[in-house]
């Protein structure tokens, strides 16, 4: 009874560094995004994909990047970590982008 | 770029109140969505409106659409502790991109 599973849970990062979220879901969803959660400011869409192979931008893409080479997994990249970036990250799925999406327990990052 | 607005911000109700949180957005649709999220935790999906006049209700809190006035309201009855959350509303306009509110911080005390 896994749903959306993120991997790490929690990490800290120097400015700089470069690190990789994972997400995973098993209940063979089409639909993934990637979120930020900042105190005050609700989450915001980072990037989501619609399928096996897509990747579209949302609201705040910029300084991410994200791949979906299989349908079960998208990742989060941070090629060059800033501290603006210190976040909740969440990650969701859904079966169509109308239902409700399932997500997961979230990533707690801090770049220093 | 789409507006999310909910009021109040935070919410401190005793049990048994009644209470409304308000959610209003800038622009067009008729897709949107209620989350809960206890502290630390993830996001738990409540309620999905797809179209103007949609009314969803569980146990004691219930949703409406008014996509005219592009307002969403959560009515809470008779409140009980167990409903201290934070609740989001989310607004869609396109089926991918998803546009949140900042939540509704709901205390409820004895």
């Known amino acids: 009874n896994a749903g959306v599973t993120q991997t790490p849970k929690f990490r800290v990062l120097k400015t700089g560094q470069s690190m990789t979220l994972l997400c995973a879901q098993d209940m063979n969803h089409e639909y993934m995004y990637w979120y930020r959660q900042d105190p005050g400011m609700g989450l915001r869409l980072i990037h989501y994909?619609?399928?096996?192979?897509?990747?579209a931008k949302g609201e705040v893409p910029d300084g991410y990047n994200v791949s979906r080479l299989k349908k079960q997994n998208f990742l989060l990249g941070l090629e060059s970590a800033a501290p603006s970036q210190t976040s909740v990250y969440f990650c969701?799925?859904?079966?169509?982008?109308?239902?409700?999406?399932?997500f997961g327990d979230g990533t707690r990052l801090s770049i220093l | 770029e789409l507006k999310v607005e909910q009021n109040p911000l935070f919410l401190s109700m005793q049990e048994g109140k009644n209470y409304t949180i308000y959610c209003n957005y800038s622009?067009?649709?008729?897709?949107l969505y209620w989350y809960r999220q206890d502290p630390g935790k993830s996001l738990e999906s409540l309620f999905v409106l797809l179209s103007n006049g949609a009314v969803k209700q569980e146990g004691r809190l219930m949703a409406s659409l008014d996509t005219k006035a592009r307002l969403s309201t959560l009515h809470i009855t008779a409140a009980v502790h167990d409903l201290s959350a934070t609740y989001f509303c989310?607004?869609?306009?396109?089926?991918?991109?998803?546009?949140f509110g900042t939540g509704t911080s709901l205390t409820v005390i004895p």
């Open positions: 994909s619609v399928g096996e192979g897509t990747t």
């Open positions: 989310a607004v869609d306009t396109t089926g991918n991109q998803f546009y």
């Open positions: 622009t067009t649709s008729d897709r």
């Open positions: 969701a799925s859904s079966k169509q982008g109308i239902q409700p999406q399932h």
